[in-house]
C-alpha cells in the first residue's frame, strides 16, 4: 500500500532532482523513466514534485490551475482525473500516499476522498463514461476523397462537437470493442497508451493527410 508522504517531501523530487515523482488524487507515482517527459524541459514537467490534480482536468497548467483542490469539479471531470491514477499505475511505480486533502497523516483516506469515490460510482453508468470520452478526446474534422484515395483529418477549438480553449492534434484513438477514429489530443495527454501517431504525419501538427 506504499507509504504517507509529506508535500515537503514531494516537492523534493521535482524536475530537477535525480529520482522524480507526480502525485494525482494524493497517490504518488515514481515517472523518474519517464524523465524525458518529467524532467527539466520536459512537455509534462510542471506535474513533477507536486499533486496538480484540478490540472488534469482543466488544461490550466500554471501555478493557480495545478492544485489539488478538485471542489466544483463535474462528477465527468473527476472522473478524467481519476483516469490518470490507472494510467500511471499501468507505467510507473506508486510510492504511496499524500498526505492532504484526500489522505490524513496515517494514510487513512479522508472525507474528500470518500466524496471522490461516491462520485465515481455515479459515474459508473456506460453513457456517462462514453460522455467523458467524447470530451477527452473529441473527434477531429474529416474529408475523405474515395475516389483519389486520400483523407484529410483536422484539429480546431470545436472539432467534434466539443467547444473548448485548446485545439488538440490528429491521432488514431484505439478504445476496446470500437472502431479506431482520430481525436484531437491535449499535449499532456499525448502519451496515452491508447494513441498512436498517424503516418507521414508531423507529431506537431494540427492537421494530417492521409492515404486511404
Not at 486520400?150 to 478504445?175: F, I
Amino acid at each position: 500500500s506504499g507509504r504517507v508522504i509529506t508535500k515537503d517531501q514531494l516537492s523534493r523530487h521535482g524536475p530537477g532532482s535525480d529520482v522524480m515523482w507526480v502525485s494525482v488524487l494524493g497517490q504518488v507515482f515514481d515517472v523518474t523513466v519517464g524523465w524525458r517527459h518529467y524532467g527539466s524541459g520536459g512537455t509534462y514537467s510542471f506535474f513533477t514534485g507536486r499533486d496538480g490534480s484540478r490540472a488534469y482536468s482543466t488544461g490550466h497548467f500554471t501555478e493557480e490551475g495545478l492544485i489539488d483542490d478538485i471542489s466544483g469539479l463535474s462528477h465527468g471531470q473527476l472522473g478524467e482525473i481519476f483516469n490518470w491514477i490507472n494510467i500511471f499505475g499501468k507505467k510507473y511505480t506508486f510510492i504511496g500516499r499524500l498526505q492532504g486533502p484526500f489522505f490524513t497523516p496515517a494514510g487513512v483516506p479522508t472525507t474528500t476522498w470518500r466524496d471522490l469515490e461516491n462520485a465515481l460510482l455515479d459515474l459508473g453508468a456506460e453513457e456517462e463514461g462514453k460522455k467523458v470520452l467524447r470530451r477527452r478526446f473529441p473527434s477531429c474534422n474529416s474529408h475523405y476523397d474515395n475516389a483519389e484515395g486520400k483523407a484529410e483529418v483536422w484539429c480546431t477549438v470545436k472539432s467534434g462537437g466539443t467547444t473548448r480553449d485548446w485545439v488538440g492534434l490528429p491521432r488514431q484513438l484505439h478504445l476496446p470493442g470500437e472502431k479506431v477514429r482520430c481525436a484531437c489530443i491535449q499535449e499532456t495527454l499525448l502519451d496515452d497508451p491508447k494513441l498512436k501517431e498517424y503516418p507521414d504525419c508531423k507529431p506537431d501538427a494540427t492537421s494530417c493527410r492521409l492515404k486511404l
